[in-house]
């Protein structure tokens, strides 16, 4: 009987093990390409947190004339002169502290703003868990992927990611989601449309895990 179940409990690991295996496989095959750039729409919404993200949301909103920008999970000291970032066009986020965190920061914007076509800007292997959060935030909304270097980071940081996006398909997220206790709608700045000199680089904005 001991027998039998430590061999249906290897048998159960071994499956469990050959399951994850595949899945973190088939989650590198799909972040390591960037895929076709995002059509253009009229709202860009860049996810905080690693490097690029921020210069090439600007980047797009300067090729978009009638587009809107949010900059989602910036820190409360953080105005948009400190990102280079100018223009009644432009919106920073102060509440977000995660990746679900972002997602009600967007779904906030667009509400206020009217918006359902929105570009996300965020790493490549970061597009996969932050398009789950953001559809599930904001269903109506299409998005359109536009993801930033890095593609597929270094195994630890992989499988880290690999877990979390398990994580929040199964809801999880929401018990390590820390919003930093300002209501979104109040929280959303609009950049001042006085000209500010953005030739430096800016800050690296605090992260969304």
């Known amino acids: 009987?001991?027998?039998?179940?430590?061999?249906?409990?290897?048998?159960?690991?071994?499956a469990a093990a050959l399951a994850t295996g595949l899945g973190l496989l088939l989650f590198a095959i799909r972040v390591a390409e960037p895929?076709?750039?995002?059509?253009?729409?009229?709202?860009?919404a860049v996810l905080t947190g690693g490097p690029e993200r921020v210069e090439r949301g600007l980047a797009l909103l300067a090729e978009r004339p009638d587009a809107r920008l949010l900059i989602s999970g910036v820190g409360h000291a953080v105005v948009p002169a400190d990102l280079g970032a100018t223009g009644a066009r432009i919106t920073l986020g102060h509440t977000a502290t995660s990746t679900r965190g972002n997602a009600r920061e967007v779904a906030a914007w667009a509400r206020d703003t009217g918006l359902r076509q929105i570009t996300i800007?965020?790493?490549?292997?970061?597009?996969p868990r932050a398009l789950l959060e953001l559809r599930r935030a904001l269903p109506d909304a299409a998005f359109q992927p536009h993801p930033v270097p890095p593609y597929l980071p270094r195994p630890t940081p992989l499988l880290r990611e690999y877990g979390k996006l398990v994580g929040a398909a199964l809801g999880l997220s929401a018990l390590v989601d820390r919003p930093r206790g300002v209501e979104a709608p109040a929280a959303l700045r609009p950049a001042p449309q006085a000209a500010q000199d953005g030739s430096a680089g800016p800050p690296n904005p605090e992260p969304s895990p």
């Open 121 to 127: 800007v965020t790493a490549g292997f970061h597009m």
């Open 35 to 44: 895929g076709p750039p995002a059509p253009p729409g009229p709202g860009i």
């Open 1 to 14: 009987m001991l027998r039998r179940a430590l061999g249906l409990g290897a048998a159960v690991g071994a």
